[in-house]
């Protein structure tokens, strides 16, 4: 199933003037939202940012306005140009019974989807915040071991003469410390606020591997078996810390739901044009009529401490901004697959 909701009236088609800072925030916005189809964004300036952002999302650019507002599909003219002459100019051209929102009331609605795109990025980082809360036991033991052997290592240097095995025991040290610094280095980069947008080729393979190493800090793999079926090369272009988030965040659910262990089995497919990852455990399963309710934020059915609910809305929404699609299957008592499709390209 698509974890989209489903439509009861026809969308409404909106016309966007302008592709700057404005025109694309609310490009980003409104093309996510199935009740609006956007029929097309025009403006001025060909090098508008907004302009090659509506290609990639194969959203019409139009290069005379007044083609815009001549089509006869739109109901809606957004305008934020900022041009003081353009609220005149749509008075006149625009047909009767369409719609323009211009001047303050279209800067009100601008003002709304930035506060809404920076509470988003504020949602993701404060729902992986919360998990890494929960990697305190793990990281604490993963520490304390190699933080035991550099102890008992110096405490026989204190009293050993040999010089070659002083020499032997400062490497074992040297790589113990290494070994700790590692840790903090995945977990600082996890926790780090991504970057909005920061795009990369990103090798999904590898990323499963680093989610699996940050994942076992969240969750006891206790009685787990883990099993890889990858694809070779499998790249997609994308977020590379947002795709780690999504994929740590599928990984706990998947451990989670398989209290008295299990197989999780982690399988990445090269398609013809999109790269599928699945995640499947052998857990409780989920029944069906919840498959909608579980990517709504704040529905869980963990014990505080342990869910916040915001994982799979958060990964749904990371997905879509990547175009990119979810889907699960599941049956209750038999485990759960989740999964995801990226396009292998850019769209163009
Ligand atoms: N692999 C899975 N197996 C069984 N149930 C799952 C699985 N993944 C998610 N769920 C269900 O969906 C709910 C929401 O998941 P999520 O949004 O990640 O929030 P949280 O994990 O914080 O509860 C979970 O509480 C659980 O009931
Ligand atoms: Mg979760």
Redesign the pocket.
Known sequence: MRATRPLHTPPTKVAILGAGRGGTALLDLLHQIPAIDIVGISDRDPRAPGLQRARDLHIPVVDQIDDLLQNHHTQLVLDVTGDPTMDQRLRREVRSGVDVLSGSASRVVWELVQHESALQAELLHAEKLAGIGSFAAGIAHDINNPLQLILGLAENLAEETDLHTVHEQAREIIDAVKRTTAICRDLTSYARRSAAHQQSLVDVNTKLDDALKIARYAVAFQDIEVVKLYAPDATIPGNPDELLHVFV??I???V??MERGGTLTLRTMIQETVVSVQ?S?T????PPD?FNE??EPF????PPG??????????KHVIHQMHGTIA?T?DVGV??T?TIALPRTTPV
């Open positions: 965040n599928l706990t659910n998947a989670q739901a995640v455990d857990g409780c399963g989920i919840l579980i990517f529905f869980t059915t963990k342990k869910g916040t609910g915001l994982g799979l809305y958060n990964i699960v599941s485990g759960s989740f």
